[in-house]
């Protein structure tokens, strides 16, 4: 194993060399969606960054055991579901298709084990249960349990914070809660009238949101595994309470490394919905941006800081995508004449190791793509020199391929994945008139090929009028025709 990734571990408040227990296998726990609503921007950060963080791991040469939930049961889903008038299950099945709709159109890997809490429930109850039998929880009158903070000393760990003046005994029953709301928290819920519950060895009821993470963890990775992912927002109450769970429980660390990614804010500001800068993805894409460059922007910003998310920094990542996209084009199509010139073989290794250093630094992507734009750089302008030689070629483009497989955003899926958002748009009718006419004269990538084909016959066949035609119809599409001496080339405007 060559890698010597170092990553911040929230626990020890250090960067730390990272090894997993088991030599090759990464076990890693990432917490996943509540799916109560569409996934906003703030959410794909961190989920963005999970990403690079799995095709790093699995470029360095490790396999990978990583685990993601899916809270499709929390107190959110059951307020809107009870608003809507459906049952929790169809309400938060909806949501739950909607993002993984959204993971493919940011090229977000799927994790080897994506879990439903719901499929979970009965372990959860085993676990309280065990927690019950220690000391660790106790039952309230209503059938509700709770956990003991007090006989846990370590409580706040992870938070750095101090609870020592804290009241025993005091309980907050939500799951979400301010920072210095450091009281027993609810494990099991009894059902409320009218409420979704489930019967368990420990009761009717359903799970609190904290013991969802601490039991589906342990089912896929056991008592201590390498690493857990999440957003910094995370780390109070949520992780804080996984901890106090899991280790009361097993006596062991729940994890190695507890990483967090920072928070993200739009245009400098919290994005909130009263501040009217609250972004879902499908909002974005909707307003005629390209999935490729929401990825790039997200990824752009190291991990351990604030990222704030611009439209100017989405314009400019949408030009930084197009510059690699081109300079990949441009390697695949330019003439060059044979023969080779060492420098660019030696030049494709250096950026290959600078863009490894940068990553294997606590995860650094902004040294990493300034490695790549730095070759594409010097390489287009030894090519506008005419210095590039054919066997020049191959290297550069295999850093060109290393790199998309942790960045990937050369890979172009963007117009299917605009006209899929326009799709889901039309069916809930939140399509704007232009939109619907945009979407009328799309063509997707196969039909632009096929009626350039027809348009070639057309013209062989000195039938001009048809010829224009086509054109036009492809001009409408926003779909510019280039004729060079090679054939046609096209591109989307
Ligand atoms: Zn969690």
């Keep these: 194993m060559s890698t010597m990734l170092r990553l911040s571990n929230t626990l020890s408040g250090k960067t730390e060399d990272f090894r997993p227990f088991d030599g090759k296998l990464v076990g890693m726990y990432s917490c996943g969606p509540t799916v109560y609503d569409y996934g906003h921007i703030g959410n794909f950060r961190t989920f963005v960054f999970v990403d690079l963080l799995r095709r790093f791991l699995r470029q360095s040469g490790y396999k990978l055991n990583h685990v993601m939930n899916i809270t499709d049961v929390d107190d959110k889903i059951i307020r809107n579901a009870a608003q809507h008038k459906l049952s929790v299950r169809d309400y938060a099945i909806k949501y739950e298709d909607a993002f993984l709709e959204d993971m493919k159109t940011l090229n977000l890997q799927q994790p080897e084990h994506l879990v439903r809490a719901t499929d979970y429930i009965q372990q959860m109850a085993q676990f309280i249960a065990q927690l019950e039998k220690r000391g660790f929880a106790y039952r309230t009158e209503d059938g509700s349990y709770y956990f003991r903070i007090a ?210 630094d606590d995860m650094n992507t902004s040294v990493a793509l300034a490695a790549v734009f730095d070759m594409v750089r010097e390489v287009n302008a030894s090519a506008d020199a005419g210095e590039i030689k054919q066997d020049d070629v191959a290297p550069l483009l295999a850093v060109l391929d290393s790199f998309d497989e942790i960045f990937d955003v050369i890979r172009d899926g963007d117009n299917e994945k605009t006209r899929a958002a326009m799709e889901w748009a039309r069916s809930v009718g939140k399509i704007s008139p232009e939109q619907a006419a945009a979407l009328e004269h799309s063509l997707s990538d196969e039909q632009v090929e096929a009626l350039i084909a027809e348009r070639n016959q057309a013209k062989r066949s000195r039938d001009f009028s048809k010829s224009d035609e086509i054109r036009n119809q492809l001009s409408d599409a926003g779909i510019v025709l280039e004729d060079t001496k090679d054939g046609v080339r096209w591109k989307r405007k």
């Design 151 to 360: 006989k846990f000393p370590e409580y706040g760990k992870l938070s750095k914070k101090d609870f020592a003046g804290m009241e025993a005994g005091a309980r907050v029953d939500v799951d979400e809660y301010e920072k210095d709301d450091a009281r027993d928290f609810a494990l099991w819920k009894s059902p409320k009238p009218g409420e979704a519950f489930w019967e368990t060895e420990i009761g009717p009821g359903r799970p609190g949101w904290h013991i969802e993470c601490s039991v589906m963890a342990r089912e896929f990775l056991g008592d201590s595994f390498d690493i857990h992912l999440g957003g910094e927002d995370l780390i109070f109450p949520h992780h804080e309470n996984e901890i106090a769970q899991s280790e009361s429980l097993t006596g062991k660390a729940m994890a190695h490394f507890w990483v967090h990614s920072r928070f993200l804010l739009v245009e400098g500001e919290k994005m909130s919905k009263s501040l009217g800068n609250f972004y879902t993805l499908r909002d974005l894409l909707l307003m005629g941006h390209k999935a490729s460059s929401i990825r790039y922007l997200l990824a752009s910003v190291p991990y351990t800081r604030q990222l704030n998310f611009t439209f100017d920094g989405l314009k400019q990542a949408a030009q930084s995508v197009d510059r690699l996209r081109n300079f990949k084009l441009r390697l695949q199509t330019g003439k060059f004449p044979q023969g080779s010139n060492p420098k660019f073989a030696q030049l494709a290794e250096q950026t290959r190791l600078k863009m490894r250093a940068g990553l294997e």
